[in-house]
């Protein structure tokens, strides 16, 4: 009873795997006729008990080769003996970018700028989204013509200047200024120190961050000069004003009988006088 159902086990087995060799053979020679040498060869993998592998546009399911479905494309269900692989093709999100035997397609990736990331080519059914830094980041995990994760580029500290800019692909570089000059971290070199002495202004030393600050007088010598003796020649005048009108004050009638006198001269005339003054002429 055992040795008749290793037979029929045997036999099975036997004609499976001349099922497989022949489908192998009509892949790999099309339809020639078969040749000794071919034959040989089917009949040596059935007795060895040795089955050829699947070609690589099929993939294995149990005894049998199943043409895989194209890039775009899934498995819905293998093939059998009497028909061939069905496929659906990927829905929205996902992808297949190769002949498979797969049963379901690839996730499509997502650029998350919480990584520094964004799309540089968008998903389809035949192809994964592609994604590239941000501006401002480098990428630090390529894969392929895209990156998986990316970095913020190096910021430069006040004193230092960029002495290489950074792409998407590497980080920027920072150099030290040296003595004399100056940068506030965002220069794509040092900036050398404003020279206040030589413009006669006010003063404020520079450092590697700063640049010297120079502040103008607010009046030039020169200006202040004029207007102190300005001020002192118009105070002059005032005084010498003031004198001569208090002058005036104290004595304005002798200043009026001078007044008298002079026109009597100038006219040569006596003056008119009153009848009391007459009177006290002819007494005397």
Known sequence: MVSSCWILLSVRR???????????YKIMFGRKPLTAAPLLILVMNIFRGHALPCHPSEYQRGNECC???????????????????????????????????RTQCFSCTICDTGSGLKIKTSC??????????????????????????????????????ISQKGTALTDTECSDCSAGTYSNGTFPSCQPHTQCE???????????????????????????IGVVVGAV???????????CCRKKKINPNRERKADISTLEKLNGEQPDRSPQQQDETVNV
Do not use: W
């Open 14 to 24: 036997c004609l499976q795997s001349m099922k497989t060799v022949i489908q192998q």
């Open 67 to 101: 043409p895989k479905c194209l890039p775009g494309s899934r498995v819905k269900t293998d093939c059998t003996e009497f028909r061939s692989t069905s496929c659906l093709s990927c829905t929205e999100g996902t992808f297949m970018n190769q002949p498979t035997g």
């Open 233 to 243: 020649i118009f105070l002059v005048i005032v005084a010498a004003a003031l004198f």
């Open 124 to 161: 389809t059914t035949t192809s994964d989204t592609v994604c590239e830094p941000l501006e401002g980041f480098y990428c630090l995990n390529s894969a392929e013509d895209g990156c998986m994760s990316a970095q913020r580029h190096t910021l430069c500290r006040p004193g230092q200047y």
């Open 198 to 224: 030589s413009m006669d202004l006010l003063i404020k030393a520079g450092t590697v961050s700063t640049d010297a600050q120079c502040e103008q007088s607010s009046y030039p010598t020169g200006i202040v």
